[in-house]
């Protein structure tokens, strides 16, 4: 019944943008919450941002402060990201999962999953 598809991934030259898609069924957005999250080849799953009704927009890298941005449509029970001015280090597998009603940054409290969809960022 719960399924999470992201989508919206590519090939990108460093300094491009892509705006990821996660489309959520079988539950409201009004009571749980979405992170997004990716993995690097050799490298463990990294938070990126969370986004509920209870805790608002949470991002979790000062790294991707001013370049990554969560949001949603809730009527469309659709969740973004958008990535502004990416890297080369940023190539990864990107994920969207639901939580509880809370964000947090702990992949363990997040119990459905999405395939993922590829990042690539080379020149």
């Known amino acids: 019944q719960v399924q999470l598809v992201e989508s919206g991934g590519g090939l990108v030259q460093p300094g491009g943008s892509l705006r990821l898609s996660c489309a959520a069924s079988g539950f409201s957005l009004d009571y749980y919450a979405i992170g997004w999250f990716r993995q690097a080849p050799g490298k463990g799953r990294e938070a990126l941002a969370c986004i509920s009704n209870y805790d608002g927009n949470k991002n979790y890298a000062d790294s991707l402060k001013g370049r990554f941005t969560i949001s949603k449509d809730k009527g469309a029970n659709m969740v973004y990201l958008q990535m502004n001015n990416l890297k080369p280090e940023d190539t990864a597998v990107y994920f969207c999962?639901?939580?509880?009603?809370?964000?947090?940054?702990?992949?363990?409290?997040?119990?459905?999953w999405g395939q993922g969809t590829q990042v690539t960022v080379s020149s």
């Open positions: 999962a639901r939580g509880d009603y809370y964000c947090s940054s702990s992949a363990q409290r997040f119990t459905y």
